[in-house]
């Protein structure tokens, strides 16, 4: 499947975050905190989306056995990633996540970061836990 950001972008802001390997304990946990706020999400007009360098077969496996409500994509190459400026070590993307809208990142942040960034945007008035 092939996903065209610049139409995500123009239908709502896009969480794009980026990841080593679905399975790992640090990245199911990030994507397990982005399901579980996803209703809100989706209220708020905030698209998901997950990159990392793995084979969609197996990024399709990590979706449905966590049930993820958001697409996982494939980026075997690298192109995204570094279209981004998303460093790599031994071939996998660092940790980062980014917000956009109308094609302009207008935040970006380590991925560790996803899930309080997640709340914020459902909850903008509160202070950070």
Known sequence: ?????????????????????PGTPICTMHACRLRDSFPELGRRNIE?????????????????????????LSDSNGRIARAFGVSSRFGLPARRAFLARDGIVFWGGPASSVARQARKLIHPGRPKP
């Open 48 to 72: 998901v989306l997950g990159i990392s360098p793995d084979h969609p077969a197996r990024l399709k496996q990590f979706e449905t056995r966590h049930g993820l409500p958001f697409r996982l």
């Open 1 to 21: 499947m092939v996903v065209d950001l610049a139409e995500a972008y123009a239908r709502s802001v896009v969480l794009i975050y980026f990841y080593f390997r």
